[in-house]
């Protein structure tokens, strides 16, 4: 894409050129191009385009010759003829994904049969309630109904093949109105989305427009071109994506689940391979990411002990509390004054004090429980990496009606017996704290399946979370994996 027009920065006219995702100002200062200024940041930059096109730059950071931004807005009409594109009620999304999760040939009825002696069998859209999707969601402050919405388009041209279009939009209805500063944060959202459902991260939309609402029907005001790159490598298909018809019944809880990551600070999404080609490469970069991801899912799904159990949380506080005096020792131990069987005797010595007053005020049933909190805690303290080991070993018994075939695939494929849950656990644990640690055993067959299991045991703890039903875990699991 390739325009120019001038934009308006604290009450001054600059001109500018846009070619390839770059923009050009043009100062009216010779030296400008010597000594470019300060970068300063804008929410919102605003101008004209040489064809009379209201414009709109969104999260800007820039100098005196050149302009960074999120994304681009551009009028779908000349300016002055509607009210401008600073707010939006709808934004809708178009390309391959959402092809891919819509699905346009589910929204026609073949005829049946095989006599096509006099025409072909014909076929008939379906009616807009079957094939539309709509549903509602809370994000937040925001009430979006989230759904899609097909468009048919004839073809009577006599030198095109084709006998038309099925286009559908996933789209984004608000029911407040929404100023564009949140662009970059709604088109994130749907990012996400379908990075999720399609198990890779080369999401590419075709088209973003974003539309007004005016009596019960929307008109489409302006096109939105997002700042980021265009990898062509997209090639999934409705066999080895979530599509709609798998997700259906859960959609407003499954986009609500994806979308609030962001929101929540969760930025640990890299066990989704970036395209197909990487999705069957195991890196010990990858494994590390993946192993974080399934720590911080497991947290998220299930609850500590020490949120279900007082006794537990009362033990627990007691690490926490002296934990919160460690500065000291830890400086010790940096400055080599301390050694670690040093800062155990310490540490451990001042929580079995505070334990010890504790019991005193317990009953001796109550007492014999604290005991084991207490050695599991210290063991836990002292053995720290133990802890991810363990979520695997139950991610893997809670989940095993929907990993187990993922299981067997990939044994069988990598020529490997799959170990016991408490052992697949450990292996796991042990291959992430090599790699932690800066001394990695060499990737095994093992590795590979245990990586594998781990993504296919993140997405279920995903599902799980946006209350999918068991038989649609089942098939996403199957076709992703």
Same mark, same amino acid.
């Given at each position: 894409?390739?325009?120019?027009?001038?934009?308006?920065?604290?009450?001054?006219?600059?001109?500018?050129?846009?070619?390839?995702?770059?923009?050009?100002?043009?100062?009216?200062?010779?030296?400008?191009?010597?000594?470019?200024?300060?970068?300063?940041?804008?929410?919102?930059?605003?101008?004209?385009?040489?064809?009379?096109?209201?414009?709109?730059?969104?999260?800007?950071?820039?100098?005196?010759?050149?302009?960074?931004?999120?994304?681009?807005?551009?009028?779908?009409?000349?300016?002055?003829?509607?009210?401008?594109?600073?707010?939006?009620?709808?934004?809708?999304?178009?390309?391959?994904?959402?092809?891919?999760?819509?699905?346009?040939?589910?929204?026609?009825?073949?005829?049946?049969?095989?006599?096509?002696?006099?025409?072909?069998?014909?076929?008939?859209?379906?009616?807009?309630?079957?094939?539309?999707?709509?549903?509602?969601?809370?994000?937040?402050?925001?009430?979006?109904?989230?759904?899609?919405?097909?468009?048919?388009?004839?073809?009577?041209?006599?030198?095109?093949?084709?006998?038309?279009?099925?286009?559908?939009?996933?789209?984004?209805?608000?029911?407040?109105?929404?100023?564009?500063?949140?662009?970059?944060?709604?088109?994130?959202?749907?990012?996400?989305?379908?990075?999720?459902?399609?198990?890779?991260?080369?999401?590419?939309?075709?088209?973003?427009?974003?539309?007004?609402?005016?009596?019960?029907?929307?008109?489409?005001?302006?096109?939105?071109?997002?700042?980021?790159?265009?990898?062509?490598?997209?090639?999934?298909?409705?066999?080895?994506?979530?599509?709609?018809?798998?997700?259906?019944?859960?959609?407003?809880?499954?986009?609500?689940?994806?979308?609030?990551?962001?929101?929540?600070?969760?930025?640990?999404?890299?066990?989704?391979?970036?395209?197909?080609?990487?999705?069957?490469?195991?890196?010990?970069?990858?494994?590390?990411?993946?192993?974080?991801?399934?720590?911080?899912?497991?947290?998220?799904?299930?609850?500590?002990?020490?949120?279900?159990?007082? #006794?537990?949380?009362?033990? =627990?506080? &007691?690490? $926490? @509390?002296?934990?919160?005096? !460690?500065?000291?020792?830890?400086?010790? /131990?940096?400055?080599?004054?301390?050694?670690?069987?040093?800062?155990?005797?310490?540490?451990?010595?001042?929580?079995?004090?505070?334990?010890?007053?504790?019991?005193?005020?317990?009953?001796?049933?109550?007492?014999?429980?604290?005991?084991?909190?207490?050695?599991?805690?210290?063991?836990? #303290?002292?053995?720290?990496? =133990?802890? &991810?080991? $363990? @979520?695997?070993?139950?991610? !893997?018994?809670?989940?095993?009606?929907? /990993?187990?075939?993922?299981?067997?695939?990939?044994?069988?494929?990598?020529?490997?017996?799959?170990?016991?849950?408490?052992?697949?656990?450990?292996?796991?644990?042990?291959?992430?704290?090599?790699?932690?640690?800066?001394?990695?055993?060499?990737?095994?067959?093992?590795?590979?399946?245990?990586?594998?299991?781990?993504?296919?045991?993140?997405?279920?703890?995903?599902?799980?979370?946006?209350?999918?039903?068991?038989?649609? /875990?089942?098939?996403?699991?199957?076709?992703?994996?």
């Amino acid at each position: 894409m390739e325009h120019t027009g001038h934009i308006r920065i604290n009450r001054k006219v600059i001109p500018y050129h846009l070619k390839d995702k770059t923009v050009h100002l043009i100062p009216n200062n010779t030296y400008a191009c010597l000594i470019p200024g300060d970068v300063r940041e804008k929410e919102v930059i605003k101008g004209v385009t040489t064809g009379n096109r209201e414009v709109a730059f969104v999260g800007c950071r820039y100098n005196d010759i050149s302009l960074g931004y999120k994304a681009l807005v551009i009028s779908d009409c000349n300016t002055g003829l509607y009210s401008g594109i600073t707010k939006f009620d709808r934004i809708c999304f178009e390309g391959k994904p959402v092809n891919v999760f819509a699905g346009p040939g589910r929204a026609f009825i073949s005829e049946s049969g095989f006599d096509i002696s006099e025409r072909m069998k014909s076929i008939t859209p379906k009616k807009w309630e079957d094939i539309n999707i709509s549903s509602q969601v809370s994000i937040n402050s925001d009430r979006i109904n989230i759904g899609v919405n097909f468009s048919f388009w004839h073809n009577l041209k006599y030198a095109e093949t084709s006998m038309g279009d099925a286009i559908p939009k996933f789209t984004l209805e608000f029911q407040r109105t929404v100023n564009i500063k949140r662009l970059p944060y709604v088109y994130l959202m749907v990012y996400d989305f379908f990075c999720f459902l399609n198990f890779c991260r080369n999401i590419y939309f075709d088209k973003i427009t974003l539309q007004q609402k005016e009596n019960d029907k929307f008109r489409t005001i302006a096109t939105v071109y997002v700042n980021s790159e265009n990898d062509d490598d997209y090639d999934r298909n409705e066999h080895n994506s979530i599509i709609s018809q798998d997700c259906k019944s859960y959609l407003p809880e499954l986009f609500k689940t994806v979308a609030l990551r962001r929101n929540q600070k969760i930025y640990d999404n890299f066990y989704i391979p970036k395209n197909s080609k990487e999705a069957s490469v195991v890196s010990y970069e990858k494994f590390l990411a993946c192993a974080l991801s399934l720590e911080s899912e497991y947290n998220r799904l299930y609850p500590t002990k020490r949120k279900d159990n007082d #006794l537990y949380a009362d033990v =627990y506080k &007691l690490f $926490e @509390k002296s934990a919160d005096e !460690l500065e000291t020792l830890f400086i010790a /131990i940096k400055e080599n004054k301390l050694t670690q069987e040093e800062f155990k005797e310490i540490y451990f010595g001042k929580v079995n004090n505070e334990y010890n007053s504790l019991k005193k005020s317990i009953s001796k049933t109550k007492m014999r429980k604290t005991d084991g909190y207490f050695e599991k805690i210290e063991d836990a #303290l002292t053995k720290i990496d =133990y802890s &991810l080991a $363990e @979520k695997y070993k139950n991610a !893997l018994v809670n989940n095993w009606e929907y /990993i187990q075939p993922v299981v067997d695939k990939m044994s069988r494929a990598n020529k490997v017996e799959f170990p016991s849950a408490s052992e697949a656990g450990k292996e796991f644990a042990d291959f992430r704290n090599g790699i932690a640690h800066g001394n990695p055993q060499e990737i095994e067959p093992l590795h590979v399946v245990l990586y594998e299991v781990a993504r296919a045991l993140i997405y279920t703890m995903v599902l799980k979370k946006a209350n999918a039903d068991d038989d649609s /875990i089942k098939t996403v699991i199957n076709k992703l994996f």
